[in-house]
């Protein structure tokens, strides 16, 4: 879905860490925001407004390209800014949030006995048609393989190959017939690989199956129990509606969407979504490229957390164990598109403090109405102007240390990496990130080698992150034989590469120590400063 598989993987987040108080949502809401959301002070609902003030805050000192934040906690608001000229009542195209709707909709054919099970072969749902590259593998992809992107065909339509494929699918003149007639990489089921197409296949099948379009479908079946109005949602040439994106929304309408998942399907006393279809729809069933998981169109971002995702930014969160709906509307640029779930990592999280009401803060609540006054009426840029006019401190290490008793040797990194990874992938032992996914500090722990010398270290990094990064041009710039603080022998490199667009400094320090190769690294886009990465790698450091 994006070629920055990077910014993902950065703000995947054990937010376990922040969760110390066991929240859960309450049986029964309150009320049903079918006629519109209710508003109440972050405190009221256990919030603490001060963490929201400083994320709002750190929006604009970032110079993040986020319009609008919306939070609902135990199904009130405590949060709803807009930067101008947006509002509450614009609609925006929510991009491949849209997938996230289209599953909806085909849970809701299944439980209306249109579609009998996911594991009913795709071609059994166009009859009429000849497949191309027909074989026992085109045969035997299901249903669930399209919800869950593991189709097996050699689709190619997303950002990671220029949207190359979407752009074939578009010019086609039939959609269907395109995507059924693309020749097979692998065996379903056996590998995620994000396909818009596949999305697009699933709003062909439920129009086969009901005889309506996903759009008049939605709104009888969807949007109109939920009180959703003025949405658009256009149809291909062949009146298909594009299951895969351009279905614009409100973000209160969003939010909707979000809370009935939350809700577990159900809305008002009404059953709108099978109870099994949201809980199969939001549980991990393969390993993505760029999330820990994805579901049947919507993506695992910790066993407690999932998310609709869209293009430039547009997401729709749920988190079950804080009662909690986050939506985000951006026009992030790659390196930033991910910010969102740092954002709610950092700041939204952490700022759930009890499931009782808080004592009220007026000067809190005072600073959060401010701050929204000014995005109201501020646009980004005039935002970023005055943010740059104030006084900016150069970038220092506020250290704080990781240490690794198993191994017997500790490491400082800046205080302010606040992001940490759920699922490390050996030999990482540990990593922290910037909210925006920069910098980045990992320590690695793995087997020395086999005839590899201490001094040529540096090409063994430049292989790991091949290993999990589409990175062009890698070059070692500096490498060198370093004596550590403690006295333990250990190899210096400076290395630069791309990344996409942007280019990619990475510094790091590795010792071999009780037959293992120990390193820590850090790295950022190539305008940070190279000592404030130099002293986050060269504070390795063993026991004596």
């Given at each position: 879905m994006k070629k920055n598989i990077l910014r993902l993987i950065i703000f995947i987040l054990t937010l376990v860490i922040w969760w110390n108080f066991g929240l859960a949502a309450d049986e029964k809401p309150d009320y049903w925001p079918t006629k519109g959301w209710r508003t109440a002070s972050p405190e009221s609902q256990g919030m603490d407004s001060k963490l929201l003030v400083k994320m709002l805050d750190t929006i604009g000192e970032k110079h993040i390209a986020i319009h609008s934040v919306l939070v609902i906690c135990n199904g009130y608001i405590v949060l709803d800014a807009y930067s101008y000229p947006y509002d509450s009542d614009d609609t925006h195209n929510i991009h491949s949030c849209t997938k996230s709707v289209s599953s909806a909709l085909v849970g809701i054919v299944m439980d209306k006995g249109y579609i009998k099970d996911v594991n009913q072969p795709v071609l059994d749902f166009f009859p009429k048609r000849v497949a191309k590259n027909l074989d026992a593998d085109k045969k035997a992809m299901t249903l669930e393989n399209l919800l869950t992107m593991t189709t097996g065909l050699e689709c190619r339509d997303s950002a990671l190959y220029n949207w190359r494929g979407l752009r074939q699918l578009r010019n086609s003149p039939d959609w269907v017939q395109f995507m059924i007639d693309l020749p097979m990489a692998e065996v379903?089921?056996?590998?995620?690989?994000?396909?818009?197409?596949?999305?697009?296949?699933?709003?062909?099948?439920?129009?086969?199956?009901?005889?309506?379009?996903?759009?008049?479908?939605?709104?009888?079946?969807?949007?109109?129990?939920?009180?959703?109005?003025?949405?658009?949602?256009?149809?291909?040439?062949?009146?298909?509606?594009?299951?895969?994106?351009?279905?614009?929304?409100?973000?209160?309408?969003?939010?909707?969407?979000?809370?009935?998942?939350?809700?577990?399907?159900?809305?008002?006393?009404?059953?709108?979504?099978?109870?099994?279809?949201?809980?199969?729809?939001?549980?991990?069933?393969?390993?993505?490229?760029?999330?820990?998981?994805?579901?049947?169109?919507?993506?695992?971002?910790?066993?407690?957390?999932?998310?609709?995702?869209?293009?430039?930014?547009?997401?729709?969160?749920?988190?079950?164990?804080?009662?909690?709906?986050?939506?985000?509307?951006?026009?992030?640029?790659?390196?930033?598109?991910?910010?969102?779930?740092?954002?709610?990592?950092?700041?939204?999280?952490?700022?759930?403090?009890?499931?009782?009401?808080?004592?009220?803060?007026?000067?809190?609540?005072?600073?959060?109405?401010?701050?929204?006054?000014?995005?109201?009426?501020?646009?980004?840029?005039?935002?970023?102007?005055?943010?740059?006019?104030?006084?900016?401190?150069?970038?220092?290490?506020?250290?704080?240390?990781?240490?690794?008793?198993?191994?017997?040797?500790?490491?400082?990194?800046?205080?302010?990496?606040?992001?940490?990874?759920?699922?490390?992938?050996?030999?990482?032992?540990?990593?922290?990130?910037?909210?925006?996914?920069?910098?980045?500090?990992?320590?690695?722990?793995?087997?020395?080698?086999?005839?590899?010398?201490?001094?040529n270290t540096g090409n063994y990094m430049i292989d790991l992150q091949k290993m999990t990064l589409p990175i062009t041009d890698p070059k070692i710039k500096k490498q060198e034989l370093i004596k550590l603080s403690d006295g333990t022998d250990a190899n210096y490199f400076e290395i630069t590469c791309r990344f996409g667009s942007r280019g990619i400094l990475t510094v790091g320090v590795f010792a071999y120590k009780n037959n293992k190769i120990i390193g820590a690294v850090a790295g950022s886009m190539e305008e940070t400063p190279i000592e404030y990465l130099a002293d986050m790698a060269k504070s390795l450091r063993f026991k004596k």
């Open positions: 379903p089921g056996t590998r995620f690989e994000y396909c818009n197409g596949a999305s697009f296949l699933l709003s062909a099948i439920l129009q086969e199956q009901t005889g309506m379009n996903a759009l008049s479908f939605a709104k009888e079946n969807l949007f109109v129990p939920l009180s959703i109005s003025d949405v658009r949602w256009p149809s291909n040439p062949q009146g298909i509606t594009v299951g895969y994106s351009d279905l614009f929304m409100r973000p209160h309408d969003m939010a909707k969407i979000g809370y009935l998942y939350l809700n577990d399907g159900l809305w008002d006393g009404k059953r709108i979504i099978s109870s099994q279809w949201i809980k199969a729809s939001t549980r991990k069933h393969i390993a993505a490229t760029s999330t820990p998981g994805y579901g049947y169109q919507w993506w695992i971002v910790s066993p407690g957390i999932y998310t609709a995702l869209g293009h430039k930014g547009q997401f729709i969160i749920v988190v079950p164990e804080k009662n909690m709906v986050a939506v985000f509307i951006s026009s992030l640029g790659p390196e930033d598109s991910y910010s969102p779930l740092g954002l709610l990592a950092s700041y939204i999280i952490p700022a759930v403090k009890s499931p009782t009401p808080l004592p009220e803060n007026p000067n809190g609540e005072k600073a959060l109405k401010s701050l929204i006054t000014l995005w109201q009426t501020t646009s980004l840029v005039d935002r970023w102007e005055i943010s740059n006019k104030a006084e900016k401190s150069p970038q220092r290490l506020k250290p704080k240390e990781y240490v690794n008793n198993e191994y017997g040797f500790s490491a400082k990194y800046d205080a302010e990496l606040l992001s940490m990874d759920s699922q490390l992938v050996s030999p990482r032992v540990f990593r922290r990130r910037g909210l925006r996914g920069f910098p980045t500090f990992t320590v690695l722990v793995d087997d020395i080698p086999q005839g590899m010398a201490l001094e």
